[in-house]
């Protein structure tokens, strides 16, 4: 009997300690497990003295006794760096342990710390007084680097690691040690010491803001989220986008059925989008992609539901114009706020900070219907294509399991013929596709549109013409006297044809 409680006891969930940033708790499953110590990698500028900082500040809030004990910057340049994210220290104690202007002088050379002059034994003694004076319940010790100065060799220094693991081991203190990687790779050992390790990288890129991502290489007996997760260093401190699992958020939403108001491009489709499933809007520039989604959004809107539009090639006024002069009445509706479009500069943003925003309009504000205009702007956000394929696959089903329908837009390269292209192929992934083509015909250039994929339902297997006005969008008749329509480059095989006049009487293209 006591053999089974003893068992009950230890699958009691472990005590955590949040880490003051939302994100990072969710990767961590809540947070920090208590009274241990954690290691955080990074070269400089990946924002671990903030994610420190953050750390204490999250502690103090609760009540909790912290401290800050520096060894390679000055308290004041610790204070610099929470004012500039607008944060008050009161309630942290900062230990400063660096050299002193007046150590510099021969008198003093051994009066203060200095790496090269100061023994490892009286350096770690004198901060372990401090602590013990203290009695902090979080600790942030900044950085390890100085004391793999002064150790001089990678054996004394991961004792000496190991030695503060030990003396923090029953102090009921969770303890984050910073490293910059100073070291090199003969000191990844390191890792092995502590309970959990957090990495965080800069990925350079070639144009726009620099990519930043976190990993946790472990967290001894707990369960985290794998993998990377993107994070941006803000005015406020570190926010971190964990990655999107698409398996976490099942739900069961009714089946309904969207329509664009375009008689002719409703009647492609049979009985309509269904509700929760992807469509990718496929064809070369300007043959009127963003048009047609565009009717389905303001359709979406007209009916009561959220529709929300990215941008990624063009200016939100440039489509609202656009799409009000179509007749779609987009400006009434984006003004009334049940219609959203945002402009997305692909080179100021990372794909998690993207997902971020439509988790929040899905989450938060209930959208219904999501357009992705285009996914060639998209695929310049990701580090490579193969790379984007994974991150729609896990949006999709994501957005499919909370009923939202998407629509994507992908542009395809070339004009006519066998020189059109795709940059990313993506027609596996959607669940419906829509082919949007030019051809020419009695000396003029023609669209046409054709349904090619859908998942589910019956769907006409026909191709019509579509026509532009000044007011509105038509989709005419199926084009029976032509071969070849798909590919730009028809045959003509009836006896007589007529073009298509547009709604109102012109028959511009």
């Not at 750390?55 to 520096?70: D, M, P, Q, S």
């Not at 009647?267 to 520039?285: N, Q, R, Y």
Request: net charge negative; hydrophobic share 40%; charged share 25%.
């Amino acid at each position: 009997m006591v053999d089974n409680q003893h068992n009950m006891t230890d699958r009691r969930p472990e005590p955590r300690s949040a880490t003051g940033i939302d994100g990072l708790d969710d990767v961590l499953s809540g947070g920090l497990p208590t009274s241990h110590v954690f290691l955080v990698e990074g070269e400089p500028g990946t924002g671990k003295t903030t994610v420190g900082l953050q750390f204490l500040l999250e502690g103090a809030k609760n009540g909790e006794r912290v401290l800050y004990i520096t060894l390679s910057e000055s308290e004041r340049e610790i204070r610099t760096v929470a004012g500039s994210h607008g944060w008050s220290l009161e309630g942290v104690s900062i230990f400063e342990f660096t050299a002193q202007e007046d150590s510099l002088r021969p008198e003093d050379q051994y009066s203060a710390f200095h790496p090269s002059e100061i023994e490892l034994q009286d350096t770690t003694q004198s901060i372990l007084k401090h602590v013990e004076e203290v009695q902090p319940q979080r600790m942030v010790f900044d950085s390890l680097s100085e004391i793999r100065l002064l150790a001089r060799d990678a054996l004394r220094y991961r004792r000496q690691v190991l030695a503060l693991k030990n003396f923090f081991a029953n102090r009921n203190c969770t303890v984050m040690l910073l490293d910059d990687l100073s070291g090199g790779p003969e000191d990844r050992p390191l890792r092995s010491i502590a309970h959990g390790v957090l990495t965080m990288e800069v990925v350079p890129r070639d144009f726009g803001i620099i990519r930043r991502r976190l990993r946790l290489v472990k967290l001894r007996g707990s369960r985290f989220r794998e993998g990377y997760h993107d994070y941006t260093i803000e005015t406020g401190g570190v926010k971190v986008f964990p990655r999107l699992v698409a398996a976490e958020h099942r739900e069961h939403s009714p089946v309904r059925f969207l329509f664009s108001g375009i008689e002719g491009l409703d009647a492609l489709w049979g009985d309509g989008l269904e509700t929760g499933s992807s469509t990718l809007f496929i064809g070369p520039a300007g043959v009127g992609k963003t048009s047609l989604s565009m009717a389905y959004a303001t359709a979406t809107a007209r009916a009561g539901n959220p529709a929300h539009v990215f941008l990624f090639d063009e200016s939100s006024s440039v489509t609202l114009r656009r799409a009000t002069r179509l007749g779609m009445d987009a400006d009434r509706l984006h003004a009334d706020g049940i219609l959203r479009i945002d402009q997305i500069d692909p080179a100021e943003l990372s794909p998690g900070e993207f997902i971020e925003h439509i988790r929040n309009s899905v989450e938060r504000d209930g959208t219904k219907l999501l357009v992705l205009d285009s996914l060639n702007g998209l695929l310049a956000a990701m580090p490579g294509e193969e790379y984007m394929v994974l991150h729609m696959h896990e949006l999709l089903s994501y957005l499919g399991q909370k009923g939202v329908t998407t629509i994507l837009v992908l542009s395809q390269t070339g004009i006519l013929g066998a020189s059109m292209g795709t940059p990313v192929d993506l027609s596996y992934l959607a669940d419906n596709i829509l082919l949007l083509r030019y051809f020419e015909a009695g000396g003029q250039v023609r669209k046409a549109v054709s349904v090619v994929k859908k998942r589910s339902g019956e769907h006409e297997t026909s191709i019509r013409e579509m026509a532009f006005s000044n007011s509105a969008i038509s989709v005419g008749e199926v084009l029976t006297s032509f071969t070849g329509v798909l590919t730009g480059m028809p045959s003509y095989t009836g006896a007589e044809w007529a073009l298509k006049e547009a709604p109102d009487g012109n028959r511009e293209p």
